[in-house]
């Protein structure tokens, strides 16, 4: 399986771009359930993953860009309030979806070197930073759904089938992508 987009909206890394924005919304709003006062600890361990997410989507973006680095390293000794990170999430899921639609095939597989905030080299391809956005920003979700467990507030599922069939809810009549809706139906006969 390649991952690949044309820009049209319809391959599977603008999909799973869309999937990104769906599952960092729901976990934002979980967050904001959480007693603060009961569960100041729950609190902070999200906000600190969100920063550390946000940081390096910034700092992937500056690479993508070929720009300076925006940040020295991948966290901040003093975490912004959730309000301000989710903003800065939102803005920069709209960058990557933006730099995703317009980004030429003849840019795919171009290797992009640069520093780590850790001091060493690196090298990847744009296809690869994109897809090591969308898996960096996935495990921490799974560290925040922890987090929430122990402040006792459901996470949310965040699949990729629960997106799927939220976003696309003819599938779950056995409609394949790109069929017609009666395609469903008939294959129910």
């Known amino acids: 399986m390649t991952l690949r987009s044309s820009g049209a909206g319809n391959d599977l890394l603008d999909e799973a771009f869309a999937y990104k924005r769906w599952a960092m919304r729901r976990t934002l709003e979980a967050i904001r359930a959480v007693d603060a006062q009961a569960f100041p600890a729950s609190v902070a361990f999200a906000r600190q993953q969100l920063n550390h997410i946000v940081i390096v989507e910034e700092l992937f973006r500056s690479r993508l860009l070929g720009d300076v680095a925006p940040h020295a390293g991948t966290n901040t000794a003093e975490v912004p309030a959730l309000d301000a990170l989710a903003a800065r999430l939102e803005a920069s899921d709209a960058w990557y979806a933006s730099h995703l639609a317009g980004l030429a095939p003849a840019l795919w597989d171009e290797a992009l070197r640069f520093r780590f905030a ?72």
């Open 118 to 189: 850790d001091g060493r080299e690196g090298c990847m391809t744009r296809r690869e930073i994109l897809f090591h956005i969308l898996n960096h920003s996935t495990y921490h979700r799974g560290a925040i759904g922890h987090a929430l467990d122990l402040a006792r507030v459901p996470h949310p599922a965040d699949t990729w089938t629960v997106f799927l069939h939220e976003s696309q809810p003819q599938r779950r009549d056995g409609v394949p992508p790109g069929a017609g809706r009666d395609a469903g139906l008939r294959a129910k006969r």
